[in-house]
């Protein structure tokens, strides 16, 4: 998006909203705090924070704080139109900027001049008034704090959760973000902390955020995923502390990873899998190493049991295979994955060992076999993949028949995907295609010679692949009332049929528009658009919203639709 015209790229109503926000000064304030990163506050029932980031002209990313669950709500908008104006007004621009730096230099002043004591005085005020401050900068001076690192970071971790809790012990969606935000601040000193060698401390603080997760996980709204984040953002670190701890540290580190692996608590979140990656890179002794293999065992037998955990069986032999590799046992790991060979994520792996051969006959029988076993599991995505395989392997060795039957099989079976139909087509000569082609048509229309809308696109993207306008015009006249259908493929017959399409849009259009509610207004005026285009267009167009602004004059929502798009 652009701030020369991010408006085509915002809906209607979302603009209009947001240019009376902007126009009507309710932005309180805009400033950009480094090049292309500008914070704004907005006022509107509540005020909210505004974060935008641009280079040059280009939006790379916004954000705000209010609850509006669309892709872009009004105050963003309200402040693009800031930005804009800015871009538009150097002046206004350098005034803005002369701002900044008299705020800047406003609080080095202040800082010049103040004691010591009173900057304490105003921190211990606002620890009063501001939960999440109090934690934050308890959080920032934690390792100056005398006391045990893992017991230390439990009590400020439950600190910040409890700083975006309700009085219900609830954290709904605003107050997720601020805690996520607040424990990824806590997790960058974390990090400060290992590369300053300070691992006990910045373990303490892995350690805590970690083991918090799956509690809090039940209290909160946190439908944008936050708290995988911060697991990912945690493990991480561990990761790389584990990496430079000394013996002694990895041994005790094992056996932590190894005791909360089996925590089910973890699990019921999928969150144990991080102590489950870990663990290799934490072996430094044989009886070690027999414990995490016992473990995985363990786990792969008890999996085995369940008919639908074959994606948790695959996913533990994959570690055990990762970590035989690793230590350069591969006869060990190929004899694990020749023995799984009923899991096709293994089975793939021996045929791809058999094309590296040439051995395509070996090869397309694994195929057979797998598609074989994921027919018996009712798992019609593993065998579409295997016939894909087979389609490759026809494919190398240029066996034409096999090449046909497969891909004519795969069109009808995957919701007719013209990329099949385009390589059946490319196996044939011109002369043989046509009967070929009126056989497939005839196959999608059925004896009765009617369809689903899908049926109807599938139609209309042949005939755009054949050439066949008039056929694609008669198509689109027997689905006269599907406007999405004429709008689709419009752009195919303007130049040929431009009276024929300015009647099917004005019929789908007027069809459309007997529904209310703005989303449909919208569609209705998209469509206006489109039939602009076409020779004659515009003429039917100012007609057209006439008629409407005559037959639903009462529709307050739609005047103001066809009124910001098309004027009065």
Known sequence: MNLKDFENNISPEILKRGYSYFNNHHIISLEEEEPGIWFAEIAGNED??????????????????????????????????????????PVDSQKKKKSKKSKTKNIEQIFNKVSKEEIIEFIKSQFSKDRNFKS?????????????????????????????????GFIDYRSADTLTNNLHQLLNKSDMLMEKGNIIESLGIC????????????????????????????????????????????????????????????????????????????ITTEEQEKQFIKMIDSLIDSERDDTFSDYKVTHLLQVKIDYLTSKDRKDEAWKLIEDNKQ????????????????????????????????????????????????????????NIIEIRKM????????????????????????????EICEGIIDNIKGREATGTFHDAATLADIFVEENYRERLLKLLQLNSEEINLIDRYAKHLRKFFPEELILLYEKGIKRLAENTGRRYYNEVARHLKSLEK??????????????????????????????LEFGR
């Not at 980031?53 to 709500?73: A, K, R």
């Open 136 to 168: 934050a900068f308890i959080a920032y001076f934690a390792e100056l704090i005398s006391e045990d690192s893992e017991n230390k970071y439990k009590i400020i971790v439950k600190n910040i959760i409890k700083a975006s809790e309700d009085r219900h």
């Open 534 to 563: 076409i020779t004659g267009g515009d003429e039917k167009v100012k007609s057209m919203v006439n008629y409407f602004h005559q037959s639903y004059k009462n529709r307050k929502a739609m005047m103001q639709v066809l009124d």
């Open 343 to 398: 899991y096709p994520e293994f089975r793939e792996k021996i045929v791809e060992e058999f094309l590296n051969k040439k051995d395509y006959i070996k090869a397309t029988e694994l195929c057979f076999e797998g598609i074989k076993i994921a027919e018996e599991k009712k798992h019609p995505g593993t065998v579409h993949n295997w016939n894909e395989k087979l389609l490759s392997i026809y494919e190398t060795t240029k």
């Open 407 to 434: 891909t004519k099989k795969l069109f009808f079976e995957n919701h007719f995907s013209m990329r099949y139909y385009k390589k059946l087509k490319s196996t044939y000569q011109k002369t043989e295609w046509s």
């Open 207 to 282: 350690k805590a955020t970690i083991e918090e997760a799956p509690s809090l996980v039940q209290n909160m709204d946190d439908s944008d995923g936050g708290i995988n984040v911060i697991l990912d953002h945690a493990f991480d670190i561990f990761y790389r502390v584990a990496e430079k701890a000394p013996p002694e540290l990895k041994d005790v580190l094992f056996q932590y990873c190894i005791e909360n692996y089996s925590k089910s608590n973890y699990h019921e979140f999928d969150f144990g899998d991080g102590f489950l990656y870990a663990l290799p890179g934490l």
């Open 48 to 89: 909210y924070n505004v974060t935008i980031e641009t280079d040059g002209n280009e939006i790379n990313y916004w954000d705000c704080d209010c609850p509006f669950e669309g892709e872009i709500c009004k105050h963003v908008t309200a402040v693009l139109y800031a930005l804009k104006e800015n871009e538009s007004s």
